[in-house]
């Protein structure tokens, strides 16, 4: 906000494309010299808004039960901070089935194409009788309303909570959608946002540290 080149305002996001740039010190976190650009340039991005909504949104421990709709690179950086938090299943969900196969190589321990069939239904099934996290990497307005039925039910009582559904994908500026309420009267199931969930100074020595690490 603020930021113009040739007298028009420009965003933070156009920051990634300059090899030098002008900029409050409040965007920068400094790296080591000997890290790749390629690597440090996605760590900046994809890595820390897919493995931050895991780690910091959902707080994924080991053994929770997870999916993830879209494996592009956002989905992909959740399917790692998962398995590398010992969740288990990690059920990868896309159209596409060589991206499928990329997520089993990157930790998905599931896949489910939901061309081919019903991806809640799946995902229920898998996990025996639904996910404690489900996390839409698209933003889609069917994968929107995808995530919540899929997580697992709760009940009455004052800790009885269902699974938590989380929104990660950028949705229109005028998309709706429709979930019904009793996801969360009958069910206590949770849903949120996630936006960047990261804290630079910490998170981003650690995701190289594990790209270091190969992990």
């Given amino acids: 906000s603020g930021v113009t080149y040739r007298e028009e305002e420009v965003s933070g996001s156009v920051y990634t494309w300059g090899q030098d740039v002008l ?17 440090s340039s996605i760590v900046g991005c994809a ?29 992909i950086a959740a399917v790692q ?10 059920i990868a ?12 190589s990157m930790g998905a321990t599931h ?25 839409d990497a698209i933003g889609f307005k069917i994968t929107t309303e995808q995530i919540l039925p899929a997580t697992r039910s709760g009940g009455s009582g004052a800790e009885n909570h269902g699974g938590m559904a989380v929104l990660i994908g950028m949705p229109q ?8 309420p009793g996801h969360f009267m ?21 995701y190289l540290r594990l790209h270091k690490e190969g992990k």
């Fill in 173 to 180: 500026p005028d998309q709706e959608m429709t979930i019904w």
């Fill in 186 to 206: 009958f069910h206590q199931r949770r849903y949120r946002g996630s936006l960047g969930a990261t804290y630079p100074d910490k998170d981003f020595p650690m």
């Fill in 47 to 75: 890595i820390l808004t897919g493995s931050g909504a895991v780690l910091h949104t959902a707080g994924v421990k080991p053994e929770d039960s997870v999916a993830i709709w879209g494996v592009g690179g956002v989905g």
């Fill in 23 to 39: 900029t409050t010190g409040e965007y920068v976190v400094k790296v080591d010299d000997d890290v790749p650009k390629d690597v």
């Fill in 81 to 90: 901070m998962a398995s590398i938090l010992e969740a288990y299943p990690i």
């Fill in 93 to 104: 969900v896309d159209l596409d089935d060589a991206k499928l196969e990329y997520a089993k």
């Fill in 111 to 135: 896949t489910v194409n939901a061309a081919n069939e019903d991806a809640v239904a799946r995902v229920i099934e898998l996990s025996n009788g639904g996910v404690d996290y489900s996390f």
